[in-house]
């Protein structure tokens, strides 16, 4: 007679991943052709974040057109803006 062994695992969610990146930078795509970098602080189910040491990025409409960056130390961002959230690779 075999024996199994069960292991007990908690449920994970895809936010469970953010977790991981809490106090390292981020890279944050948003709604609107902007991105946002910096560190994050703290985020919530809704993926509302807080960003220190933040860097906004505004693109133009076309290729030509610079974008617009402002820097700021501390920036809410609200979840429902969010399209995607990635580590910075160093």
């Known amino acids: 007679m075999s024996t ?3 292991e007990h ?3 994970q969610e895809p936010l ?3 977790r991981f990146q809490l106090d390292e930078y ?3 795509k948003l709604r609107g052709a902007r991105e946002l970098t910096g560190k994050l602080q703290g985020y919530d ?3 509302n974040m ?3 040491d933040a860097t906004e990025t505004i693109y133009g409409e076309s290729k030509e057109t610079q ?3 402002k820097k700021t130390d501390m920036v ?3 979840g429902d803006s969010v399209i995607l959230i990635s580590p910075v690779l160093d």
């Open 26 to 28: 981020v890279i944050v």
């Open 50 to 52: 807080v960003l220190s």
């Open 16 to 18: 469970d991943l953010i």
């Open 4 to 6: 199994i062994q069960t």
């Open 76 to 78: 809410f961002v609200r």
């Open 9 to 11: 695992h908690q449920q």
């Open 67 to 69: 974008p617009v960056i």
């Open 45 to 47: 189910s809704h993926c």
